[in-house]
């Protein structure tokens, strides 16, 4: 069993800063090819509660649709190499989630449970991929399924090693079905996701929230409006401007309730542990950040 490292209170706003870094070098691609992108999730809570991260939040959370994503990806090779790289399946094989993400060059970090994974590692910024949900209720339920089951199988290389029991015995099992056939199963789904349809939209292999289990029902359950990311304005975060969604509020609630209340001080922790980490810090940017004292 790994062991999770705590982080100083400097670590981890390290961490934040170099995520900032990476967010700046994303806007500037996306502003250059006008891809629409949205902060999100925390991130876009942060901008909106404390004009900045969530002073417990340890990553930064970006949000594409399908189409906006796929010019991204053609375009990524234009991110300044010595800030940040983009990272998926298909550029790293090894790396096994649906969703994209940007990774700090020259940095290190492990999540507690994930060692003996083989893809490249480092300080991130997720990219999540809204695609288009079927129309009715029983497709949305029935693709809710059966992204369940693709999910399991990218995640039994973690749940092979870290599940007990039953558990255990059946991730090995999933295990043997072929990663690149679950991709074949997603690009299927993905190409039926257009700007221009009037579809709600999720991401496709990452698990729906539970805020949404409490209170949402029906369609609302299963997957978010479109126009949630076609409809954006700038916000403040950390003393630079990024794109969210215009309609932060119906957002937000949807996601969070009572966004503008924060949790009891006991609630308040990071998404995940970390077993090992090396920042490397050499950016003059985060550098003087922190020696300037924005330090949580």
């Known amino acids: 069993m790994s062991k ?3 982080l100083s209170q400097e670590e981890f706003r390290t961490i934040q800063l170099l995520e900032l870094d990476m967010l700046e070098e994303m806007d500037r691609v996306c502003r250059k090819h006008d891809i629409k992108y949205c902060i999100s999730y925390g991130t876009l809570l942060g901008a909106v509660r404390h004009k900045g991260y969530i002073p417990w939040d340890d990553d930064a959370d970006i949000a594409m649709l399908r189409e906006e994503y796929e010019k991204f990806r053609k375009v990524a090779d234009e ?3 010595s800030i940040c790289y983009f990272q998926d399946h298909f ?3 090894e790396y096994l989630w649906q969703h994209g993400k940007l990774r ?3 940095t290190t970090f492990v999540r507690a449970g994930q060692e003996h994974m083989k893809g490249k590692t480092g300080v991130f910024v997720d990219i999540f991929i809204m695609d288009d949900c079927p129309e009715s209720l029983s497709g949305m339920i029935l693709q809710n399924i059966w992204c369940f089951f693709l999910r399991k199988i990218l995640y039994a290389r973690v749940g092979k090693v870290n599940a007990k029991g039953l558990s255990k015995l059946c991730y090995k099992c999933l295990d043997l079905i072929s990663v690149d056939w679950v991709y074949k199963q997603v690009d299927k789904m993905s190409k039926k996701s257009s700007n221009s349809t009037p579809n709600r939209v999720r991401s496709l292999l990452y698990p729906l929230f539970d805020t949404m289990k409490n209170y949402h029902h029906g369609k609302d359950h299963f ?3 479109k126009s949630w ?6 916000y403040d975060f950390e003393g630079y401007k990024f794109y969210g969604t215009k309609d932060y509020d119906a957002f937000l609630t ?4 009572d966004y503008m209340t924060p949790p009891p001080v ?3 922790y990071p998404h995940a542990t970390v077993s090992s980490f090396n920042f490397n810090v050499d950016s003059k940017n985060v550098r003087e950040k922190l020696h300037a004292g924005r330090i949580i």
């Not at 990311?229 to 700038?234: D, H, M, Q, T, V």
């Not at 949807?254 to 309730?257: E, G, L, R, T, V």
Request: no cysteine; hydrophobic share 30%; charged share 40%.
């Open 104 to 106: 700090r060059t020259g």
């Open 91 to 93: 550029n790293d094989p």
């Open 223 to 225: 997957g978010i409006p």
């Open 79 to 81: 991110l300044d190499p």
């Open 229 to 234: 990311f076609l409809e954006r304005a700038e």
């Open 254 to 257: 949807f996601f969070y309730y």
């Open 4 to 6: 999770a490292r705590k």
């Open 266 to 268: 006991e609630k308040r």
